[in-house]
């Protein structure tokens, strides 16, 4: 099956990244332990809101969260599949209008194209679950092969500003049963 990558890509381009992007260290342990090599993606504002040296420790990877100098060799090896989360509003929304202003959306909006197995867990308020835009970004993700596990049955959407009450909640390893059997699949 060759090297087995998984690249979570956490946070959003408005300084305000998804609250369990904190976390993201939970699910890295989990997909090393089933067999992966993991690598991490972040978005520039989310490196504000993870420790970037302990998960280079954790994943024995450079943390990326720029596009490289196409001069520069490319540090990182391939995904085999790919898990967004969490992934906020904005990152859903861009991703499925095929906006790549970041290392992190631009690596997901290619992995569409190259067929790779994709898994997304928004952590979206109410607020934003309401917005025109927000069903027809999971539509169009859904209809492109990303499995966007979203509901009150995956991950609560909650009030405005009490995502930290839900963080206990946030599904890592469903995600990465997700990826894992589609890879299996492919």
Known sequence: MGRRTGCPSPGRADRQPAL???????????????????????TPSARNFVDVAALERLTGHLVRSDYKRPEEPDVL???????????????????????????????????????????????????QAKHPAWERSVATLRAAGVRVLHGEDVYPVHPPGEGGQYLHLFPWQRALTAVTDSSCSK
């Open 20 to 42: 369990p992007a904190r976390d993201v260290g939970v699910l890295i342990e989990l997909a090393q332990a089933d067999g992966w090599d993991v690598c991490c993606i972040l």
């Open 77 to 127: 090896p391939p995904p085999d599949a790919i898990i967004v989360a969490p992934a906020s509003f904005n990152t859903i929304n861009k991703w499925a209008a095929g906006i790549s202003d970041t290392l992190a959306l631009g690596l997901v909006t290619e992995a569409i194209g190259k067929g790779l197995p994709i898994a997304t867990i928004p952590a979206i308020n109410a607020a």
